[in-house]
């Protein structure tokens, strides 16, 4: 059974440094053809995808946001780690992780989400 | 980058109604388009992939059609618990590059 979990603060202020941990099972991320994505979606808003990771350590980003995003894995652990610099309040949203389907561009399980809230 | 349009951003629609939301990308994507269901407060899932595939355990009623530039997602028989916003997805296969539509609500007439 593949499940996803995110983690991390539901504050954060203006300027500061976001950190989310997704930790996820029922799936290998050192298997062939795995990768796991970062999805936000504003309040009341779309869905606007940030960023992947593949099981060969290889990373992509959001265009608009590559200069403040980094995204990393931890194998043995069975997480996948982003970080957001330079915090705006127009980054208050509910931060998803999802696998992406082995070979495909389909986001097949997601975890529930975790609401981040960029206030002073 | 690729742009998906879709319409309407709105629906109002009654048990039983036959309902298209359509999908339009700004260039041709061949099939890479993918469609989700997403209720408040939940995170989105997979309803169509390859743009006309079912995934695996959603109901028949759910169906997908096109591709190049324009999309539908198809329920050809409303439930209740269809009531949801609408999401289309396009992907790039390299550089890796993902899309979502602006979503459309479909709302309990």
């Known amino acids: 059974q593949v499940t996803l979990r995110e983690s991390g603060p539901a504050l954060v202020k203006p300027t500061q440094t976001l950190t989310l941990t997704c930790t996820f099972s029922?799936?290998?991320?050192?298997?062939?053809?795995?990768?796991v994505s970062w999805i936000r979606q504003p309040p009341g808003k779309a869905l606007e995808w940030l960023a992947l990771?593949?099981?060969?350590?290889?990373?992509y980003y959001s265009t608009s946001l590559k200069t403040r995003l980094t995204i990393s894995k931890d194998t043995s652990k069975n997480q996948v780690v982003l970080t957001m610099t330079n915090m705006d309040p127009v980054d208050t949203a509910t931060y998803y992780c999802?696998?992406?389907?082995?070979?495909?561009?389909?986001?097949?399980?997601w975890g529930q989400g975790t609401l981040v809230t960029v206030s002073s | 980058a690729i742009q998906l349009t879709q319409s309407p951003s709105s629906l109002s629609a009654s048990v039983g109604d036959r309902v298209t939301i359509t999908c339009r990308a700004s260039?041709?994507?061949?099939?890479?388009l993918a469609w989700y269901q997403q209720k408040p407060g939940k995170a989105p899932k997979l309803l169509i992939y390859?743009?006309?595939s079912l995934e695996s355990g959603v109901p028949s009623r759910f169906s997908g059609s096109g591709s190049g530039t324009d999309f539908t997602l198809t329920i050809s028989s409303l439930q209740p618990e269809d009531f949801a916003t609408y999401y289309c997805?396009?992907?790039?296969?390299?550089?890796?590059?993902?899309?979502f539509g602006q979503g459309t609500k479909l709302e309990i007439k």
């Open positions: 999802a696998r992406l389907r082995s070979n495909s561009g389909t986001f097949d399980y």
């Open positions: 390859d743009a006309s």
């Open positions: 997805q396009q992907f790039n296969s390299y550089p890796p590059m993902y899309t």
């Open positions: 260039q041709g994507i061949s099939s890479a």
């Open positions: 029922g799936f290998s991320l050192s298997t062939s053809g795995m990768c």
């Open positions: 990771i593949d099981w060969d350590d290889d990373k």
